[in-house]
């Protein structure tokens, strides 16, 4: 059964109307991608540095308050029971891969950008998690988890905002009046997600003065 989306005020069959390739998503997921995948591979040779030698002080040891040790030796840190930054080393590589694939032309169905999308919200639950274990258990801001942080979050507002605009989720249409809310204050979402990760971390470590002590 062929869908019919309203263009004009007319109901005309999708598959009339031409694919454009979402170039700036591609382009997006590609960039904070490596962002990423870089931030989760530094991570891990520091780990490995610690490992070889209990005394090498990593690199991302600023000050007592911006410091990736504690959060690397704790076990929130090995959570699997293996380093976390090897799960970012590997997760990473999918945007990546998905951006390269659409500037090459790819189209990719429903279903796979549904599971994309899944990814998305298990990364960002995790994070969620893993900053209130820095902020509140550790009482440290791991700069290469900050990283992490500040691209998982539009990442996952991105793709979510791009998903509902093409209708995969459920409700085509019912997705569709939902995007043209959401997709508009993609970026809104994102400064207001990291306002809230910096109120916390100001409210419980003073963050912000500390930060401007370590420089």
């Not at 029971?81 to 990546?96: K, Q």
């Amino acid at each position: 059964m062929l869908a019919y989306p309203l263009c004009n005020n007319a109901l005309v069959p999708a598959e009339t109307i031409p694919y454009r390739r979402p170039i700036g998503l591609a382009v997006f997921l590609i960039v904070a991608g490596v962002i990423g995948w870089y931030s989760a591979f530094d991570l891990t040779l520091e780990r490995i540095q610690t490992l070889i030698n209990p005394d090498y002080a990593p690199s991302c040891n600023i000050s007592p308050l911006v410091t990736c040790g504690p959060n690397m030796a704790s076990q929130q840190g090995s959570i699997f029971g293996f380093p976390n930054p090897i799960i970012g080393v590997a997760a990473f590589v999918a945007p990546i891969v998905v951006g390269v694939a659409i500037l090459a032309g790819a189209r990719f169905a429903k279903w796979f950008w549904v599971l994309f999308n899944l990814g998305f919200v298990g990364a960002l639950v995790f994070i969620i998690w893993l900053i209130g274990q820095s902020i509140f258990v550790l009482g440290t801001l791991c700069p290469y988890c900050m990283l992490v942080w500040s691209v998982v979050i539009p990442l996952f507002w991105y793709v979510t905002a791009y998903n509902l605009k093409q209708g995969h989720f459920g409700n085509g249409k019912r997705s569709r009046e939902v995007a043209a809310l959401v997709y508009p204050w993609v970026w809104t979402l994102v400064l207001l997600s990291y306002l809230v990760i910096v109120v916390i971390a100001q409210l419980r470590l003073d963050a912000i003065t500390a930060i401007f002590q370590s420089l």
